[in-house]
């Protein structure tokens, strides 16, 4: 049975850090620039969260660039979370065509691959239905990537899902990550995250700490 053949349902579904393998694509000034689906800053503040929260659940996380020497380097945002890797800088669009991206993920022994990439309908698109057939179940983070038109992001996802790739965001991996807030190792970790990241519900979370050292003041 093919990876896009299983239906998950139930826990099966959700994420977990120990099945999940990380695969960032061509997060570089040359490709924000020419991003038009959504605003760049939002892009950047989500693959930014989502960098940060492979990091904190320990999921490996791998990094390629495109013809880097003109394309520019990965953002800074992203590289600093992890300082000492290099990324695979290609000359394939597609990912998944070039066998060190595919060895490096193989590495890892996990199943569950998620990708976010600039653009969504190519560089993210291609690779991801390229790793569902090779038995990978693939989730694909739309708020972490985008494309030269809302069009273009959209016509992406959309062939992805018909492909078998799941659709998600990066707060939602986070959650799934995460599951309980009884596993307090990673709590402090993800309120960091949220606090810096989480928009109006890391608003939120800084008032309700608000309130809470009130009342034990």
Request: proline share 3%; hydrophobic share 45%.
């Amino acid at each position: 049975m093919a990876a896009n053949d299983i239906i998950y349902t139930g826990l099966d579904a959700l994420l977990t850090p120990e099945k999940s393998v990380v695969l960032l694509i061509d997060h570089q000034g040359a490709q924000f620039a020419g991003m038009r689906s959504m605003d760049a800053t939002l892009v950047v503040n989500n693959v930014t969260a989502l960098a940060k929260g492979a990091k904190l659940f320990n999921v490996p996380t791998i990094l390629t660039t495109v013809v880097e020497d003109r394309g520019g380097h990965l953002i800074r945002q992203v590289q600093e979370v992890f300082p000492d890797q290099t990324p695979i800088d290609r000359t394939t669009i597609n990912s998944w065509e070039d066998q060190r991206v595919v060895d490096a993920v193989d590495a890892t022994g996990r199943k569950d691959l998620v990708i976010a990439g600039l653009w969504t309908d190519i560089c993210l698109a291609w690779p991801a239905i390229h790793a569902i057939a090779d038995g990978y179940r693939v989730f694909a983070v739309t708020d972490a990537s985008g494309a030269a038109t809302t069009e273009a992001h959209e016509r992406g996802i959309q062939r992805m899902i018909q492909a078998g790739v799941i659709p998600t965001c990066a707060a939602t991996v986070l959650g799934e990550w995460q599951r309980d807030w009884a596993r307090e190792e990673t709590v402090p970790g993800m309120t960091e995250i949220l606090l810096e990241h989480g928009g109006v519900f890391g608003t939120s979370l800084a008032w309700e700490l608000q309130l809470l050292g009130q009342h034990k003041g």
